[in-house]
């Protein structure tokens, strides 16, 4: 089974900063499989990214996607009020065993 | 627009079972693979299993933690998909929610791109 750790745990940011989110496999994966998913409290996780870099319908182009191989990056360019929350790299490996999340970042308003 | 609202959440003792349901609207469902997410009390998300459409096979996947004890099965007549749990352990306590699987140019790519509400399973004695 392929692990997703991301970091940091927690980012404190201000509204308008740039917000950097790292997500790193265990082992290489197909950037075809990386996703990225918001989600606030209380609400269920929203799609943002799939294919490392598609943005999914509907979510706005500050929100970007790349890497590939161990290391991934969701990069919101300047943080919007409803921002804040947290966020989830997800992959899909060759076998459906092997579809798991990451641990989470926390964006939080400094 | 896309619908997905899950039932049948509760209060269960370990050993015990629950069937979860998930009505779907909005979209054809007999084409859609299904999955259920689950996301225990303040942690992160945990894909529980999928069904892929009957015209693809309508087989399923199940994540290690829970195969042999849940069966997730559906009923394309009336847009419902199920998660039947059984031998529930006290680590199962968790919002499960029914996604739907990503399809572009009607392909399944494994990302979850409509999540219903969820529903609470609280395995407890």
């Known amino acids: 089974e392929i692990v997703l750790t991301q970091s940091p745990g927690t980012l404190s940011l201000s509204p308008g900063e740039r917000a950097t989110l790292s997500c790193r496999a265990s082992q290489s994966v197909s950037s075809s499989y990386l996703a990225w998913y918001q989600q606030k409290p209380g609400q269920a996780p929203r799609l943002l990214i799939y294919?490392?870099?598609s943005r999914a319908t509907g979510i706005p182009d500050r929100f970007s996607g790349s890497g590939s191989g161990t290391d991934f990056t969701l990069t919101i360019s300047r943080l919007e009020p409803e921002d804040f929350a947290v966020y989830y790299c997800?992959?899909?490996?060759?076998?459906?065993?092997?579809?798991?999340f990451g641990g989470g970042t926390k964006v939080e308003i400094k | 627009e896309v619908q997905l609202v899950e039932s049948g959440g509760g209060l269960v003792k370990p050993g015990g079972s629950l069937r979860l349901s998930c009505a779907a609207s909005g979209f054809t469902f007999s084409n859609a693979w299904m999955s259920w997410v689950r996301q225990a009390p303040g942690k992160g998300l945990e894909w529980v299993g999928r069904?892929?459409?009957?015209?693809?096979?309508?087989?399923?996947d199940y994540a290690a933690p829970v195969k042999g004890r849940f069966t997730i099965s559906r009923d394309d007549s009336k847009n419902t998909l199920y998660l039947q749990m059984n031998s529930l352990k006290t680590e199962d306590t968790a919002v499960y929610y029914c996604?739907?699987?990503?399809?572009?140019?009607?392909?399944?790519?494994?990302?979850?791109?409509?999540w219903g509400q969820g529903t609470l399973v609280t395995v407890s004695s």
């Open positions: 996604t739907t699987e990503l399809k572009i140019f009607g392909v399944a790519l494994g990302f979850f791109d409509y």
């Open positions: 069904i892929k459409s009957k015209t693809d096979g309508g087989t399923t």
């Open positions: 294919g490392a870099s």
């Open positions: 997800q992959q899909y490996g060759s076998s459906h065993s092997g579809l798991t």
